[in-house]
């Protein structure tokens, strides 16, 4: 699904984020990215959505070349993925229903066919009784779960998340996760950027730890602290 190949990412300012990093993440893997504040891990994220180019290397997402992509071809490399961030970004004008379907219209479904898609996502998030809320209106758990099931309304192959519970109190956090472990249940890869010490020591899912750039550690079933 992803393939990164002596990857750089050195910013204009001369700031080195990423340097010769390499990794590889198969179909349904749960991958943690963890690492201190400035390591690289939203540059990671970013290259993965085509946010930022590489400087150097190879980074293959999805089948897609992400480094000689032309630039019609980014919308089609987002579709694939489904992104949610700490701060939700749901449009505040827009009720549930239609920030869920409005990721859906995107790529013009039948009206039928996305009615029914959007409630079986709010089913799988527990929030099809607030389709007619508007975010202001829910708590951050609730607007994180309507960020998920917008995210993965297209099927994505990949869902990526930066700090998705950043936000959260811990218990809130925990519905979350129960929802990433659904989706990843059913086959979607996921990777989750994260500073939730609990979160990746409690899961035992695969752990990468950049610092400085660079990938530290690799560990199938691994923790969060930097002891190996
Ligand atoms: P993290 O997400 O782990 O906090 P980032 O990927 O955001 O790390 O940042 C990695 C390094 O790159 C940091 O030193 C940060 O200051 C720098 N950086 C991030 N974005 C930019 C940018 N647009 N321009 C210059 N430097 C940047
Ligand atoms: P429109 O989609 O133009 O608003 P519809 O009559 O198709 O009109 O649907 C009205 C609203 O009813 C939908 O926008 C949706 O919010 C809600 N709705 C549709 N199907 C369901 C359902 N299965 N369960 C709960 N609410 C639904």
Redesign the pocket.
């Known amino acids: 699904m992803i393939h990164m190949r002596d990857v750089s990412k050195v910013y204009e300012n001369g700031t080195v984020a990423l340097d010769h990093v390499q990794v590889d993440i198969g179909k349904g893997e749960f991958v943690f990215i963890v690492g201190a504040s400035g390591a690289g891990k939203s540059t990671f994220i970013k290259l993965l959505l085509r946010e930022e180019l590489p400087s150097g290397g190879s980074l293959i997402v999805n089948g897609r070349d992400v480094v000689h992509m032309e630039r019609a071809e980014i919308p089609y490399l987002r579709r694939g993925l489904g992104v949610i961030f700490q701060d939700y970004r749901l449009l505040p004008d827009k ?1 549930v ?1 239609e920030n869920v379907a409005f990721a859906m219209q995107v790529i013009e479904a039948p ?1 039928r066919i996305m ?1 029914r898609s959007v ?1 079986s996502v709010l089913d799988v998030v527990g929030l ?1 009784d607030k ?2 809320s508007f975010p202001s209106q829910l708590s951050g758990g609730e607007q994180q779960r309507v960020a998920i099931a917008r995210a993965i309304v297209n099927n994505p192959a990949i869902v990526i998340a930066d700090e998705p519970t950043g936000n959260l109190d811990p218990d809130t956090s925990w519905d979350i996760m129960d929802i990433f472990q659904r989706i990843n249940k059913a086959g979607t890869t996921i990777v989750m950027a994260t500073h939730d010490r609990n979160i990746v020591d409690t899961m035992k899912r695969r752990v990468i730890a950049i610092e400085d750039g660079r990938i530290v550690r690799d560990q199938a079933r691994g923790g969060y602290g930097y002891e190996a």
């Open positions: 009720t229903f009206r009615q409630f099809r389709y007619d």
